[in-house]
């Protein structure tokens, strides 16, 4: 079956460092990934789309790469600050041309000390 | 705009009970989803439509039923709320694929259910 795996346990980083997450998947030949924020009490925010002929795409602070020899996302925040602190979610389509139904990955808290 | 919103914030059940969530958006969005977030389980989808009239079981249907009357809203019932319906709800909408989007979702700010 399809499965999502981000590291559940929070990631703790100190301002101005580059902040790496991870979103490992299998049985999936996506034919793009997503990542989202969301902070506490409050529902997830669309960040950044890369397909599967990108291997990288960056907006502002924020860089995303796409292995999919590897199976593998990672979303990274250079410069980071306390504001950057939340929980950021990767999804994935349910099947290569699933459209819009996605399957999300349980998280990974990031925690941004000044 | 105010983008999706979701009624009731907070609601207490008692097993058996029901109770209707709505969801709204104003962007005209065909697709519109009903997900739960519980600890460690991640974002499922529980129910989704593709476009007025028109409903579909997403992973998690069961002791849901979900209603889309006007493009605008879409509508979670529990009939019969049991403690394992404990969680906190996402409705979320998008454009189709293929259109000029970047197939993101839009997510409301939630709805947090206790069922005791």
Redesign the interface.
Known sequence: SQK?EQN?EALNIQEGKTATLTCNYTNYSPA?L?WYRQDP??????LL?IRENEKEKRKERLKVTFDTTLKQSLFHITASQPADSATY?CAL?KGYNA?????????TRLMVKP | NAGVTQTPKFRVLKTGQSMTLLCAQDMNHEYMYWYRQDPGMGLRLIHYSVGEGTTAKGEVPDGYNVSRLKKQNFLLGLESAAPSQTSVYFCASSYPPGSASSYEQYFGPGTRLTVT
């Open positions: 999502i559940s793009y997503q009490g409050r529902g997830p925010v669309f789309l979610l389509p459209g819009n139904m996605l399957t999300f990955g349980g998280g």
